[in-house]
Structures are given as C-alpha cells and as structure tokens.
C-alpha cells in the first residue's frame, strides 16, 4: 500500500465518521424539536481553556422536576458566544435532561453544517486522491 492510498482511505473513513455524526445530530434535533421541553437557560459560567482565547458557556435552567441542569453548548464558535448572564431558550428530551440544545436557529443549524461540510470536504480529499492517480 502507499501513502496516498492509506491516506485515501484515512480520509474516506473520517468523512464517513462525520457524516453519521451529522446524521446522529439532525435525529436528536427533529426529536427535540418534536417532543423537547423547553426551558429559559441562564449561562452561569464562562470556561476558559489555557491557551485559547475563546469562552465556553455553561448554561443553567431548572427541569420540569425542579432539578437545576447545568450545561454546555455543541455549538461553539464565530457569532455563537453567549455572554454571562443572558438568558436563552433551551429545550430537552423529558427524562433526559443532559440532551439540552440551546434553542436558537444559530445553535440548532451550526452543529449540522460543521458537520456535513467537515465530512464533504475529508471525502472530496479521498476522491481526488482516487482520481488523481
């Protein structure tokens, strides 16, 4: 085998794994959108990783049975941020409160198109190595 085949296949096989990743997502977000309670989150906290400039918020909202739930977004980066203090929709699976989602078409549609682009763009990667050769 080459490299150019070993990486081929490297690039079809993490293209595949986000795809089903993006498929997993836009299931859990029809079911929430279907079925989720919602809820008003507060973000509580901002995390700071060493090195990184960037915030990760950490939101709180209490469950229908009057349990605070404390979360993090999947949806993070450029125009996402949401700072300390506001509040925001959430919405949940009932009886599965750690599926919170942030209820906003930003945070909904981000995760899923990350996903499905990362996924295209490591599969036209292993297609041009097969046709390249």
Avoid: C, N
């Avoid at 918020?57 to 999947?74: K, M, Y």
């Avoid at 949940?92 to 945070?107: C, D, E, I």
């Avoid at 198109?113 to 990667?125: H, P, Q, R, T, Y």
């Amino acid at each position: 085998m080459t490299g150019e085949t070993i990486g081929g296949g490297l690039a079809v096989v993490v293209g595949l794994v986000g795809l089903g990743a993006g498929a997993r997502e836009v299931r859990l977000q029809m079911r929430l959108s279907r079925h989720g309670l919602r809820a008003e989150g507060v973000v509580v906290d901002q995390e700071h990783e060493p090195g990184d400039d960037s915030s990760t918020p950490v939101i709180e909202f209490t469950d229908r049975q009057g349990r605070p739930v404390r979360f993090r977004p999947v949806a993070r980066g450029m125009g996402l941020g949401l700072a300390l203090g506001a509040q925001v929709p959430v919405v949940y699976l009932p009886g599965r409160p750690k599926s919170a989602r942030v209820f906003t078409r930003q945070h909904r549609l981000s995760p899923i198109v990350g996903l499905f682009a990362g996924s295209m763009i490591f599969l036209g990667v292993a297609a041009g190595a097969v046709l390249t050769r």
